[in-house]
């Protein structure tokens, strides 16, 4: 049961578009207890709360007061300090009452008021995973609002790298057309390296030079204390509840279009709670004082120290890009940007891909192969040449025979040392001496002499008969022929 205060606080938390589960986090309820009062018209007091039972505990409630007065006691402290004044009840009794009469010490915090092109608040949201090149990536999501107009500008990433974080403040800076004064970041390490409390941020050095470049002052907020740049966490929370809650998701390129037009026509075009105006038409007074844009743009990219293989490939975020060869076992530099790597040695540009999004895809240029590939070809032709000089003397002058009168001569010296697997070694020789005494230079020259030398059959013997009746069976008498036909 809950007293009327609390009921009317459930009312106006939920009049102010809170959750059950937020206002039971906030009032220190149990969530179905909000959910049952919420369903109530009025407030209605049982008839069993208007005479609470009497309790072991009661006696023993000033002096708890007492106590939680002085002291931010726990119930554990508390149950001890009333045993040994003669409290024989259960802990959970206690730890309930203490629970509803300790005092609550919220923090205060002050309505923070900008001037037009004063300052931005910046941070990253991630909300699942989004199908692109055949897998799913980590979905994340940029969010810049602007302190005086509440304008928001969201783009849509695959991570939250540092070429993301440079390049979504670029982006933001020329559809905005100019640079507030100020910025301020989360302890992110693509920001801010280190931020010992008490002490100054140390801030990541390419995003200090990025900033002195754009002209803006990086201000990181304190350690543990998010809710001094609530306006853009309100602004995390705002994308996930209105724009990407219940959205089918489809690829990834389908999202930047989508969230410009809720940008569009919904995020900038409401009634902004706190400033009571729509940010879209306080926007004009805000870009009249922002800072001009530097028209030379800031490199957003992420360098690294990176290995090639001795198969002349990188290995970036699980994928491997191909180098030149003479490139293999070499220390380069990768740079990589929202789109494209590029590979470098000392200040040359070695290679350059477009960036794979996909997992243990390789990346491959020809050219880069190319090279190998010909010395291959070539090694592989100066063995066969070794092979074809090897099956005669007369090979050396055959070979210069094709050369002069065959201008595919390489093909026809693969073919001859081809034919040793048939015809073996010492006949194709033999060919070969016999072809260059003929002038013969052609590999189909070989190929016939290497064919009738198979088909030739060993000529016949004398015929020797030993035997006597052999002998007799050759005595024939033989019949005179009539030539009469021929005389006629």
Same mark, same amino acid.
């Given at each position: 049961?809950?007293?009327?205060?609390?009921?009317?606080?459930?009312?106006?938390?939920?009049?102010?578009?809170?959750?059950?589960?937020?206002?039971?986090?906030?009032?220190? &309820?149990?969530?179905?207890?909000?959910?049952?009062?919420?369903?109530?018209?009025?407030?209605?007091?049982?008839?069993?709360?208007?005479?609470?039972?009497?309790?072991?505990?009661?006696?023993?409630?000033?002096?708890?007061?007492?106590?939680?007065?002085?002291?931010?006691?726990?119930?554990?402290?508390?149950?001890?300090?009333?045993?040994?004044?003669?409290?024989?009840?259960?802990?959970?009794?206690?730890?309930?009452?203490?629970?509803?009469?300790?005092?609550?010490?919220?923090?205060?915090?002050?309505?923070?008021?900008?001037?037009?092109?004063?300052?931005?608040?910046?941070?990253?949201?991630?909300?699942?995973?989004?199908?692109?090149?055949?897998?799913?990536?980590?979905?994340?999501?940029?969010?810049?609002?602007?302190?005086?107009?509440?304008?928001?500008?969201?783009?849509?990433? &695959?991570?939250?790298?540092?070429?993301?974080?440079?390049?979504?403040?670029?982006?933001?800076?020329?559809?905005?057309?100019?640079?507030?004064?100020?910025?301020?970041?989360?302890?992110?390490?693509?920001?801010?390296?280190?931020?010992?409390?008490?002490?100054?941020?140390?801030?990541?050095?390419?995003?200090?030079?990025?900033?002195?470049?754009?002209?803006?002052?990086?201000?990181?907020?304190?350690?543990?204390?998010?809710?001094?740049?609530?306006?853009?966490?309100?602004?995390?929370?705002?994308?996930?509840?209105?724009?990407?809650?219940?959205?089918?998701?489809?690829?990834?390129?389908?999202?930047?279009?989508?969230?410009?037009?809720?940008?569009?026509?919904?995020?900038?075009?409401?009634?902004?709670?706190?400033?009571?105006?729509?940010?879209?038409?306080?926007?004009?007074?805000?870009?009249?004082?922002?800072?001009?844009?530097?028209?030379?743009?800031?490199?957003?990219?992420?360098?690294?120290?990176?290995?090639?293989?001795?198969?002349?490939?990188?290995?970036?975020?699980?994928?491997?890009?191909?180098?030149?060869?003479?490139?293999?076992?070499?220390?380069?530099?990768?740079?990589?940007?929202?789109?494209?790597?590029?590979?470098?040695?000392?200040?040359?540009?070695?290679?350059?891909?477009?960036?794979?999004?996909?997992?243990?895809?390789?990346?491959?240029?020809?050219?880069?192969?190319?090279?190998?590939?010909?010395?291959?070809?070539?090694?592989?032709?100066?063995? &066969?040449?070794?092979?074809?000089?090897?099956?005669?003397?007369?090979?050396?002058?055959?070979?210069?025979?094709?050369?002069?009168?065959?201008?595919?001569?390489?093909?026809?010296?693969?073919?001859?040392?081809?034919?040793?697997?048939?015809?073996?070694?010492?006949?194709?020789?033999?060919?070969?001496?016999?072809?260059?005494?003929?002038?013969?230079?052609?590999?189909?020259?070989?190929?016939?002499?290497?064919?009738?030398?198979?088909?030739?059959?060993?000529?016949?013997?004398?015929?020797?008969?030993?035997?006597?009746?052999?002998?007799?069976? &050759?005595?024939?008498?033989?019949?005179?022929?009539?030539?009469?036909?021929?005389?006629?």
């Amino acid at each position: 049961m809950i007293d009327y205060e609390l009921y009317c606080r459930i009312k106006q938390s939920e009049a102010a578009g809170h959750s059950a589960p937020q206002i039971a986090r906030a009032l220190q &309820l149990h969530v179905q207890t909000v959910r049952r009062w919420q369903a109530q018209e009025k407030y209605v007091r049982s008839q069993a709360a208007q005479v609470p039972r009497a309790s072991k505990l009661d006696v023993h409630k000033p002096a708890i007061a007492r106590w939680l007065e002085t002291h931010p006691f726990t119930a554990m402290q508390l149950w001890q300090k009333v045993r040994e004044r003669g409290y024989t009840g259960g802990y959970s009794i206690l730890k309930d009452y203490v629970r509803r009469v300790r005092p609550r010490n919220l923090e205060a915090f002050l309505t923070l008021k900008f001037a037009p092109g004063q300052t931005a608040q910046v941070d990253w949201g991630s909300f699942g995973s989004v199908e692109v090149d055949g897998t799913r990536r980590a979905l994340s999501f940029f969010v810049m609002v602007l302190g005086y107009s509440r304008f928001l500008h969201v783009e849509f990433t &695959l991570g939250q790298g540092q070429e993301w974080w440079l390049g979504c403040h670029r982006r933001a800076f020329e559809k905005l057309g100019g640079v507030p004064r100020e910025v301020m970041v989360d302890n992110c390490k693509t920001a801010v390296l280190s931020h010992v409390p008490g002490t100054d941020p140390v801030f990541n050095a390419q995003y200090l030079d990025f900033a002195r470049h754009y002209g803006f002052t990086i201000k990181a907020c304190g350690p543990g204390h998010p809710q001094s740049k609530g306006m853009v966490e309100n602004a995390v929370g705002y994308v996930k509840k209105s724009f990407l809650g219940g959205r089918q998701m489809g690829g990834f390129a389908e999202l930047g279009p989508a969230a410009s037009l809720w940008l569009e026509t919904v995020a900038n075009v409401r009634v902004h709670g706190e400033t009571q105006g729509r940010p879209v038409d306080r926007l004009p007074e805000e870009c009249a004082a922002l800072l001009p844009l530097n028209p030379v743009a800031s490199p957003a990219v992420r360098t690294l120290s990176v290995r090639a293989s001795r198969r002349c490939r990188v290995s970036i975020e699980t994928n491997r890009y191909s180098v030149p060869t003479k490139f293999a076992g070499a220390l380069l530099t990768a740079q990589i940007e929202g789109a494209q790597v590029r590979f470098f040695t000392e200040r040359t540009l070695v290679a350059e891909h477009a960036r794979s999004f996909a997992r243990r895809a390789d990346v491959e240029n020809p050219e880069h192969v190319r090279e190998l590939e010909e010395r291959k070809r070539q090694g592989a032709r100066q063995r &066969l040449r070794l092979r074809f000089l090897e099956l005669s003397p007369a090979a050396p002058a055959y070979q210069r025979g094709l050369e002069e009168r065959r201008l595919n001569a390489g093909h026809h010296v693969a073919t001859i040392v081809g034919l040793v697997a048939l015809y073996g070694a010492e006949a194709v020789g033999r060919a070969i001496e016999s072809a260059h005494e003929l002038g013969a230079y052609s590999s189909d020259y070989i190929l016939n002499l290497l064919e009738q030398r198979a088909r030739d059959l060993p000529q016949a013997g004398p015929l020797h008969l030993t035997r006597a009746d052999a002998l007799a069976a &050759l005595e024939l008498e033989l019949r005179p022929p009539d030539l009469s036909p021929y005389t006629q």
